[in-house]
């Protein structure tokens, strides 16, 4: 059902806080503190934050961050570690700054974090491991050949997965590489194949792959894989009409959620077995999201429909407001990212809009990152820290 009655969006105290040169005095207005950040930018702290309010933004980061300890790391142009609870900048990796890394390179998606380390993939052949404290380089893995990562890595234990792909060779190429020493464990040829990123699962990692814009006539299996993480090993095809724009897999707990054949699969992860099968709530379908209590899936439309994880069962839609990014889903909520900067955040069990902040006047895009006490959104340009 769609909700009703909904509260209109609401500005923070002030204008959110962008961080830009100021003097070397710190400013009191409106009730916050304005204080001299990292590199002469400004961080503004409000003496009384309320939920809503804007704590600090920091123009520069595309994706979504990745967290780890009071750290956050995220990409644009470089990578950058910011002090999760201020904002203020801890240290910054760029072209500009070291010959370590050759080559063109533009790290633009989220990192993955895990074990002392945060592996950033470039659009060119490298994957980078950084300290997260120091913005030291840790590693540097280099793919063959003139291939260029093209999706977010994720980790799997001592792993770290991604997908590179070589126009010019026409050929895709799954990489396993060694979180601890930046040695590569195993490539998987995928064939001249689109894929979408990896999510994973049970020590496993799910993706598609379907033909590529650059080969229609091309003969390549479009299915639905699940790669041993330590080994490269397929343990699982799923064949299937697979465009390659549909969104990445979603894992909760012990099962994977994934569409195929416009249909909209639950898979036990560990063993393959299909719990449920339903009609694709929304198609085409942009991005799912979830938790082992509710299951969003993102239409093209901008609309969400929420199903029972457990059965496929619809339980409420929204189509009030465009949503213009994954979702999150954290304690009872949903965090939708909609157009115009505002935050939605709708009640996971019945889709009431419970509140709207305001982020900005540009599109969200998702997902939000959840902490115990803030709600990191982007809009592709400027990450913002909302109070929770």
């Not at 993706?207 to 790669?227: K, Q, Y």
Request: net charge neutral.
């Amino acid at each position: 059902m769609n909700a009703t009655d909904d509260p209109p969006a609401r500005q923070s105290d002030g204008p959110a806080a962008e961080r830009r040169p100021i003097g070397r005095r710190a400013l009191l207005l409106g009730g916050a503190a304005v204080a001299l950040g990292a590199g002469g930018y400004a961080v503004a702290r409000a003496n009384r934050a309320r939920p809503g309010d804007v704590r600090w933004s920091y123009t520069g980061i595309r994706a979504a961050p990745s967290l780890t300890g009071k750290v956050l790391v995220g990409t644009g142009g470089g990578v950058t570690a910011l002090n999760r609870a201020d904002g203020r900048e801890r240290w910054n990796f760029s072209n500009n700054t070291t010959d370590s890394i050759p080559g063109a390179w533009d790290p633009s998606f989220t990192p993955a974090a895990g074990d002392g380390t945060v592996v950033v993939a470039y659009r060119s052949p490298h994957l980078v491991a950084f300290d997260p404290g120091s913005g030291k380089v840790v590693w540097s893995y280099a793919a063959t050949g003139d291939q260029s990562f093209a999706t977010a890595p994720v980790r799997d234990g001592g792993t770290v997965v991604a997908v590179a792909r070589s126009d010019r060779a026409g050929a895709t190429v799954l990489h396993g590489v060694d979180t601890a020493s930046g040695s590569r464990r195993w490539t998987l040829a995928l064939g001249d194949v689109e894929t979408s990123t990896p999510a994973l699962a049970a020590g496993r990692v799910w993706l598609s792959r379907a033909n590529s814009r650059s080969a229609p006539g091309a003969t390549a299996g479009e299915e639905w894989l699940a790669v041993d993480a330590a080994s490269g090993v397929v343990a699982l095809t799923l064949p299937g009409a697979v465009e390659f724009t549909k969104p990445a897999a979603l894992a909760s707990g012990d099962r994977v959620f994934f569409l195929v054949d416009r249909n909209l699969v639950a898979m036990q992860a560990r063993t393959g077995t299909v719990d449920w099968v339903v009609s694709a709530p929304l198609d085409p379908t942009t991005g799912l999201a979830g938790d082992q209590t509710v299951l969003v899936v993102l239409g093209h439309d901008g609309g969400l429909r929420a199903l029972d994880p457990h059965n496929g069962r619809r339980l409420w839609e929204f189509t009030e407001t465009k949503v213009t990014g994954v979702p999150a889903v954290s304690d009872g909520s949903v965090y939708a990212p909609a157009a115009g900067g505002q935050l939605l955040i709708l009640s996971a069990k019945s889709g009431t809009r419970s509140a709207a902040y305001r982020a900005g006047t540009k599109d969200l895009t998702g997902p939000p990152v959840i902490t115990d006490d803030s709600i990191l959104v982007t809009d592709g340009d400027t990450l913002r820290s909302i109070v929770r």
